[in-house]
């Protein structure tokens, strides 16, 4: 019989170590004899790749807000379409580095207050939501330096200070709220491995 499909999101600020985490359960999971999908957004197929680049590369002001939003939404759809969807219903894990929470809050609170908006487009061309969400909690002051050191091409997104980390940080807290039944919240302040134990318990849950 085919097993079930899983789908975990990692969210977090930037330089929480999300994609660490992500990588690590899907070595986990794929040693356990588990079939999985590790994927990221934006990104994860071929034209929401493209889109990602469009997205994160350019200036900081290449995008109003509002457009900003249905390139997100957009490149989530063929996401969900092409890469999400089969996956699960060939009963695979999909891990996603990042997904609609993220929209929630830095094109729902971040930029602009756009969370009626990012709920009503998501309603309207996604209409899927995680099983479990792992949100790394990471202080704000430590995702910046980390998140500082490996700067790349992709960094249009990358000039908040250490304010705007804290408000996103208590954003993400807030997510984690408001959609208790699938966030858990995992302390990201420490070693590497220990947070990863925490995040296998927690998929150990879900998957039994
Ligand atoms: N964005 C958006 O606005 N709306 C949306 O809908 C979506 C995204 C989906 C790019 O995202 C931007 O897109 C992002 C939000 C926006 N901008 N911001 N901010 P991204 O996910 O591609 O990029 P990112 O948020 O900058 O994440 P990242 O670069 O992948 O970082 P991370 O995943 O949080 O951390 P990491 O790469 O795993 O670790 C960072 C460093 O810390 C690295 O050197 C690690 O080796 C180290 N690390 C990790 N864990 C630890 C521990 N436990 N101890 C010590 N060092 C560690």
Known sequence: MTPMGLFVSFEGIDGSGKTTQAHMLAEHLEGAGRDVVLTREPGGSPGAEEIRRLLLEGAGDRWSPET??????????????????????AGRVVICDRFADSTRLYQGLGRA????????????????????TVLIDMDPATGLERALARRG????????????????????????????????????????EAVAAEVRAAVAARLA
């Not at 490149?75 to 969807?85: K, P, Q, S, V």
């Not at 309603?123 to 899927?128: E, N, T, V």
């Open 68 to 89: 900003e939003l249905l390139l997100f939404t957009a490149a989530r759809r063929d996401h969900l379409e092409r890469t999400i969807g089969p996956a699960l219903a």
């Open 113 to 132: 207050d756009l969370r009626p908006l990012v709920d009503q487009l998501h309603a309207l061309m996604i209409g899927r939501e995680p099983d479990l």
């Open 153 to 192: 091409g992709e960094d249009r997104f990358e000039s908040f200070g250490a304010e705007m980390q804290a408000r996103l940080r208590q954003g993400f807290l807030d997510l984690a709220g408001e959609f208790s039944d699938r966030f858990v919240v995992i302390d990201g302040n420490r070693a590497v």
